[in-house]
């Protein structure tokens, strides 16, 4: 009698579409490390509630190249934990910064990187207030890994959430997308996208101060709020379909993407909606509320792009489809494997 | 006319020594880091306060080897920033974890890890409430860093800080010294000194169930707290020192190590006063109150080898001295340089 091979972990490895974002990062966080870490207190999220009032959100920023057109993993290492918070409503309170360095760093490159994260922190309006420092053999780190963690205070017109979406509510987006990825991704391979003549430069951005618009526009009729960072826009919309149990329709001809940002994935073959952002935001709101809150996002610099995209509907729990250009209708799928290691 | 060369930061690069917890580590935090990150909301310190009540620590841990007699990575990571908070008196709330994995990293390595780190969590009490997983490619990072960010409430009966020490206050020790630094040390360079017929294991342990018992029975008479991790207890008592602004007076023979340490810090030429722990603390408290804050230490687990070992003087502020076992005085100083990199 055949014998089924009983599937086994001790020869599987992490694969860097483990750290997308994506369809394997969903699995690794459910079948490896939530089983082992989160017996301790429930589920391991963006951005957590402490207690009644408080949300706490942490981040690792691996980025390659460290420095790159519209900022650099310390102005990334700001905004990304500002922006957990943001997205759940909490604005910032406090942020810690622990600093990995590779020994043979040349100094000046990490004075560099230390005054964008206080650059960033400053502008943000957000003190970083505590920190640590280590420092590994040369080829134990490239260069330098920064994990920021910041707490927040939940704000007092809402406390949006994932699993709040309703099926009509309306999909709003902050801005073009797409920005983010291929920029570092020009940059890394040398590529020259994000030269001086093209307008292709980094999104990132902190959105608190959106958000706090948004929620005084729109108090609790603001559902659920994501920041589409790792597996961009489609991943995100996945993930929040998933999770509040319903289904999401896009209007292609509506999602706002840069013609420089178009005409970079065209030639690396990439889908927008896949790319990571650093500076865009995705709202899930109420329908009857949804024009007031556009409004709310356009009079904010982070916003003056937003736009309407589509809404959540009762069909299809779980999936996301996109009505294209000539009227079909498309599924847009989570990330699957790596599309862009070390994009943050 | 001779000219002085300008020091320049160009040509100067990090060394394993700015991650010591010593002199280096102090002056790269003094002239890199906090100038430019500190603009934005004080000094750094190992745990902040944020707001009225709360304390934010953060720490990342590079420790090789992964796992070593006594611990792994994943305790030292929940222990680490669960003392680093004790150490202001404060009980720990909630942690966040952020891995970032090396493409290739086996995972029933990663299972393991993260296993520790929940079952340390669970056994200090404290949830892992939020997270995140970078991978980057293979040779980009060794194995998995961790970084811990831990918040916790201040505890009503006392606020221990650095800079409150007194002349006069006795100088506790909770336990034997030196016992995490060599058994990592041993366990990395396949020395054997901590093979099973010796008992040489990493003191790794959570402390904030000592410090409640300690600021119960001493509440504000219990001045100052601090954990001696890299640099030994040499260097943070240098610290405590210079920001009290007092002398510290040691006696060599109250200063308790255990025999397998003190046998191989003797083979290794190490001071075990320089050598790093994860399970001891060091406090000052009020001469006054000193038996009864004793006497809660060795009634709990963490504690009960606790002793006096010192007092602060008001002579040579800043300056750490050990009366040796033959009534000579030496100077005991700050690590220099790096002894035992990546040790936590």
Do not use: W, Y
Request: aromatic share 2%; net charge negative.
């Amino acid at each position: 009698m055949m014998t089924c091979p009983v599937p086994s972990t001790e020869t599987e490895r992490v694969l860097l579409g483990h750290g997308s974002g994506g369809q394997l990062s969903a699995r690794l966080l459910a079948e490896v490390i939530l089983p082992g870490v989160g017996g301790a207190g429930g589920p391991l999220e963006d951005a957590a509630l402490v207690g009644t009032d408080l949300v706490m959100s942490t981040d690792s920023f691996v980025v390659d190249p460290l420095f790159f057109p519209g900022g650099d993993i310390g102005t990334l290492a700001v905004h990304g934990t500002v922006n957990d918070l943001a997205m759940r409503g909490a604005m910032p309170l406090a942020l810690s910064v622990a600093l990995v360095l590779e020994e043979g760093l040349p100094l000046e490159t990490l004075r560099r990187v230390v005054t964008s994260i206080g650059r960033a922190a400053r502008d943000a309006g957000v003190p970083v207030v505590t920190g640590d420092t280590k420092v590994v053999g040369h080829g134990a780190v490239d260069r330098v890994f920064i994990t920021t963690t910041g707490v927040g205070r939940t704000h007092p017109d809402g406390c949006p959430s994932a699993a709040a979406i309703r099926p009509g509510d309306a999909v709003l987006l902050s801005g073009p997308i797409g920005a983010h990825g291929v920029t570092v991704l020009s940059a890394r391979a040398g590529l020259g996208f994000e030269s001086d003549d093209t307008d292709l430069a980094s999104d990132t951005q902190p959105l608190h101060r959106l958000v706090a618009a948004m929620l005084e526009a729109g108090g609790p009729a603001v559902h659920a709020l994501r920041d589409p960072t790792r597996g961009g826009v489609a991943s995100a919309l996945n993930e929040l379909a998933a999770a509040s149990q319903v289904g999401v329709t896009l209007e292609e001809a509506a999602v706002p993407v840069r013609p420089a940002v178009a005409a970079a994935c065209e030639m690396l073959g990439l889908d927008a909606l896949h790319v990571a952002n650093e500076g865009c935001c995705l709202a899930f709101v109420d329908p009857a509320h949804a024009d007031e809150v556009l409004a709310a996002m356009r009079a904010e610099p982070a916003g003056r792009d937003a736009v309407r995209v589509g809404e959540a509907t009762g069909v299809r729990p779980g999936r996301v489809t996109m009505r294209t250009l000539l009227g079909a209708h498309r599924i847009v799928d989570m990330l699957v494997g790596e599309q862009l290691p070390r994009i943050c």
